[in-house]
């Protein structure tokens, strides 16, 4: 395998990783708009341990991903109970908090970053993607899945069914953040030098897009995102210094033509549960149409 071929192998599959944790968050119907947040604790958190206290790289991907985790819940604690907008304010405000602490941290080098990371391999980042599409198989079949869904299509309802709307959506969000520092990780070890500029709203948009392009009501439909658009800047070299412009395009021309991503079911199908049952309803014959033909 040449080096271009296994460059590329890891990047896809750190998109993909990137992808999946995301969608685990939308599954719930909560978007955050600072994801690249968690992206940069993982990628930080491993790196320190590597760099500075000689840890193996599967044991400070796991330590990554626990402090993301634990991030991710504190944010979803204070956030999700609020309306989308203020969970969009408050993601993307974390984010910047962040970002600005790692710029004035000089333990971590400041502005330049840190650099130096090694270690990240095609077998790991594939054993990682495999150990997430398993556990969200298992997710996506289980009850915890259908309190997903029940949340993010109506979650007055499922409040009335029982499901703790809060402690669910907060658990999903640690573990969207989890998902999303193990991907920050394995890109510091492949990229060999970090810097908080690659954390800012620029690499939330891109998260996002894959996971919409793609299509949020299935997880492999944001797989399938992460792997066209990653792919897109890498072999087609004069879209490099504008993938982010022909990202946006493909993203409006998307709401347009199909809303639903690539991966997904019709407009129809879109809809709050309630409110389809309700329009595919027939409606009953009056009264006098009846008396008409009985006479």
């Keep these: 395998m040449s080096a271009f071929t296994e460059a590329v192998l890891i990047q896809t599959g750190i998109n993909v990783l990137l992808a999946l944790g995301y969608w685990i968050a939308v599954s719930t119907g909560k978007y955050s708009f600072g994801h690249a947040a968690f992206m940069a604790i993982g990628a930080y958190g491993s790196s320190i341990l590597t760099l500075k206290m000689g840890w193996p790289l599967p044991l400070a991907l796991i330590a990554g991903a626990v402090v993301s985790a634990v991030a991710g819940a504190l944010v979803g604690w204070i956030a999700l109970r609020l309306?989308?907008?203020?969970?969009?304010?408050?993601?993307?405000?974390?984010?910047?908090?962040?970002?600005?602490?790692?710029?004035?941290?000089?333990?971590v080098g400041g502005g330049s970053g840190l650099l130096g990371m090694t270690g990240t391999t095609v077998t790991m980042v594939l054993i990682c993607v495999v150990l997430v599409v398993a556990y969200l198989i298992l997710l996506t079949r289980s009850r915890m899945g259908l309190a997903y869904e029940a949340i993010r299509e109506d979650e007055?309802?499922?409040?009335?069914?029982?499901?703790?709307?809060?402690?669910?959506?907060?658990?999903?969000?640690?573990?969207?953040?989890?998902?999303?520092?193990?991907?920050?990780?394995?890109?510091?070890?492949?990229?060999?030098?970090?810097?908080?500029?690659?954390?800012?709203?620029?690499?939330?948009?891109?998260?996002?897009?894959?996971?919409?392009?793609?299509?949020?009501?299935?997880?492999?439909?944001?797989?399938?995102?992460?792997?066209?658009?990653?792919?897109?800047?890498?072999?087609?070299?004069?879209?490099?210094?504008?993938?982010?412009?022909?990202?946006?395009?493909?993203?409006?021309?998307?709401?347009?033509?199909?809303?639903?991503?690539?991966?997904?079911?019709s407009r129809a199908g879109i809809f709050p549960v309630g409110l389809s049952l309700r329009r595919a309803a027939p409606e009953p014959e009056p009264r006098v149409r009846e008396e008409e033909s009985v006479g």
């Design 83 to 107: 309306s989308m907008l203020y969970l969009a304010i408050i993601t993307l405000v974390f984010s910047e908090l962040l970002i600005t602490l790692l710029n004035q941290w000089d333990y």
């Design 156 to 265: 007055r309802a499922a409040m009335g069914s029982g499901v703790k709307i809060t402690l669910v959506a907060v658990g999903a969000f640690a573990t969207s953040a989890a998902v999303t520092g193990i991907a920050g990780g394995l890109a510091a070890h492949q990229q060999l030098i970090i810097n908080p500029g690659l954390y800012g709203p620029q690499q939330s948009l891109i998260i996002i897009l894959f996971c919409v392009f793609g299509g949020v009501q299935y997880f492999w439909g944001a797989a399938i995102g992460a792997i066209v658009l990653g792919l897109l800047p890498i072999y087609f070299n004069g879209l490099a210094d504008w993938y982010q412009i022909i990202y946006g395009l493909l993203f409006v021309v998307l709401m347009i033509v199909r809303p639903q991503g690539l991966i997904g079911r």
